[in-house]
């Protein structure tokens, strides 16, 4: 069993930053792809950003390429993800991941299979 905790959500107006936490405890042994993905009121889950293998690879979403930075202390198991020129539309519950992948093009899919709790982002124009 893995524990995700996530932290450092909150409001923000357009164009502002926030930088998401999160730590990674218990079995967390072959956990080689951790992410975020993000849940928008009214819409599905989808993934914004994954690491593979302590940084060899680094995967986003279309819509956050260029704005969001995802990077990971192995020192202090976390993973955190650095949200820039942030948009209404980036406004939701995002959830720190943390999965077993055989290869680098599954983690790229951004797809997980469990999450932490969340933590709320809001945007506003």
């Known amino acids: 069993q893995v524990g995700l905790v996530e932290s450092g959500g909150g409001s923000v107006q357009a164009g502002g930053s926030l930088n998401l936490s999160c730590k990674v405890s218990?079995?967390?042994?072959?956990?080689?792809?951790l992410g975020w993905s993000r849940q928008a009121p009214g819409k599905e889950r989808e993934g914004v950003a994954a690491?593979?293998?302590?940084?060899?690879?680094?995967y986003y979403a279309d819509s956050v390429k260029g704005r969001f930075t995802i990077s990971q202390d192995v020192a202090k198991n976390t993973v955190t993800l650095q949200m820039n020129s942030l948009k209404p539309e980036d406004t939701g519950m995002y959830y720190c991941?943390?999965?077993?992948?055989?290869?680098?093009?599954?983690?790229?899919?951004?797809?997980?299979?469990?999450w932490g709790q969340g933590t709320l982002v809001t945007v506003s124009s």
């Open positions: 991941a943390a999965d077993y992948k055989r290869e680098a093009t599954m983690c790229s899919a951004l797809r997980f299979g469990s």
């Open positions: 218990g079995n967390s042994r072959g956990r080689n792809c």
């Open positions: 690491i593979y293998t302590s940084g060899a690879e680094l």
